[in-house]
């Protein structure tokens, strides 16, 4: 195949679809490779970087996608800035980070009418055949790393305890609300750095993973059952639970120096956890860094993308925190994309649309001209569903009764 990676629009992403070393690999594997130029320069890798492992470099942008059998890209579509669709040709694959839940129906459209295979990572199922494809895991482990340090940063303290002949310096307290990827990694980092370092979420079944990091697990007397879903992500709970949450809180907030909140869930508004009445009463000087920004905040002061200040209490709302480290990341993601492709094409390297696999079908979102994405719903439609059945049922008994008369 020919495998084409352009350059990314948005303003603020420093992270490239392909590093050389997986670029690399796949034209050893008989691929070729078509970058634009420049599309590494944000990650620090030059064009000759990438024509010294075998690349071709293309001048611009829309050689890439006329030429390309399948693109690769960070973010675009329903995570991208803009509703510009960018210009796939037909029958094109596209796989990348495409916001699923934020795409628009007229772009979905223009996918199905240009008969593009589009491939959404942030579907990706939780299961042990997917985990090194899963890029939302990838990147959101670099997230708690740099919600740590931006914490560590801006706080007027040290984070690790010191014993020195001035006397002796308490550790920060650390608090961070989510056990998923980011808040673990959040909560490591901390570890590392010597602060004392407290984590919590609703679903119990994490508090091993948090005190094997060596921090303590904050318990709330919540009803939890039914808070994560098969895969291990968060559901979305009621109005009366989250309320009593927050009224719990309020005890183990203010006592933090810094708050690193990651509570999100798939396809929904963030929840509401930190009000501002917490963070009023905690000390000035305090930091918060709300990695659930993107989709409303965890708290209520958070704006995504800014940094505000209430009560003396700091405030982050960053949007993307893992381009900070864009080499890395782009490493990370670049891997998850090879293991992708390689699970997707048969032995020849061309693409196979299996949709027996469980990875295929739950990321295919347009395909053949049609769009496919019965995994995203609007939240009514287990109440839906079970009116229908329920209608149908109905049906099935007036027509039994009809049949009988």
């Known amino acids: 195949m020919i495998v084409g990676v352009p350059a990314e629009r948005r303003a603020d992403e420093r992270r490239v679809a392909l590093a050389p070393s997986v670029a690399e690999d796949l034209i050893e594997q008989g691929h070729e490779v078509r970058m634009e130029a420049g599309a590494g320069e944000p990650a620090n890798w030059h064009d000759e970087t990438y024509e010294a ?196 809180m309020k005890r183990v907030v203010p006592e933090s120096d810094v708050v690193i909140t990651t509570a999100a869930i798939p396809g929904r508004p963030a929840p509401e956890i930190v009000t501002s009445e917490m963070i009023a009463e905690m000390d000035a000087g305090s930091v918060i860094v709300d990695l659930a920004a993107p989709t409303g905040g965890n708290c209520e002061p958070t704006v995504a993308g800014e940094t505000v200040e209430h009560a003396g209490v700091t405030i982050h709302g960053p949007t993307n925190l893992p381009s900070r480290v864009s080499r890395t990341a782009s490493e990370q993601y670049a891997n998850n994309l090879r293991h992708f492709l390689e699970n997707l094409c048969d032995e020849d390297g061309v693409p196979e649309f299996d949709f027996d696999d469980e990875i295929v079908d739950s990321t295919l979102l347009t395909h053949d001209g049609t769009i496919r994405n019965p995994h995203l719903d609007d939240g009514d439609d287990s109440d839906a569903d079970e009116e229908s059945d329920a209608d149908e049922e109905e049906a099935d008994a007036l027509q039994e009764e009809a049949d009988d008369d």
């Open 53 to 248: 492992v075998g690349c071709e470099v293309c001048a611009d942008r829309e050689t890439v996608f006329e030429t390309a059998d399948v693109v690769l890209q960070v973010q675009t579509l329903g995570a991208a800035e803009d509703d510009d669709v960018d210009p796939y040709s037909d029958g094109q694959v596209v796989i990348g980070l495409l916001g699923p839940w934020d795409v628009t129906d007229e772009q979905l459209a223009t996918l199905a009418d240009r008969d593009v295979s589009a491939f959404a990572l942030e579907l990706m199922p939780r299961i042990s055949r997917a985990q090194s494809m899963d890029a939302l895991s990838s990147q959101a482990s670099l997230g708690g790393y740099q919600a740590c340090l931006v914490a560590a940063e801006e706080l007027p303290k040290m984070l690790p305890m010191e014993m020195t002949a001035a006397g002796t310096i308490k550790p920060a307290e650390v608090f961070v609300i989510g056990a998923g990827v980011a808040g673990l990694k959040a909560i490591a980092t901390a570890e590392r750095l010597g602060a004392s370092t407290r984590g919590h979420d609703v679903r119990l079944e994490v508090k091993q993973e948090v005190e094997s990091l060596g921090a303590d697990f904050v318990e709330l007397e919540l009803e939890t059952e039914g808070s994560g879903d098969e895969e291990g992500y968060a559901v979305e709970m009621g109005e009366e639970f989250y309320a009593e949450q927050r009224r719990q």
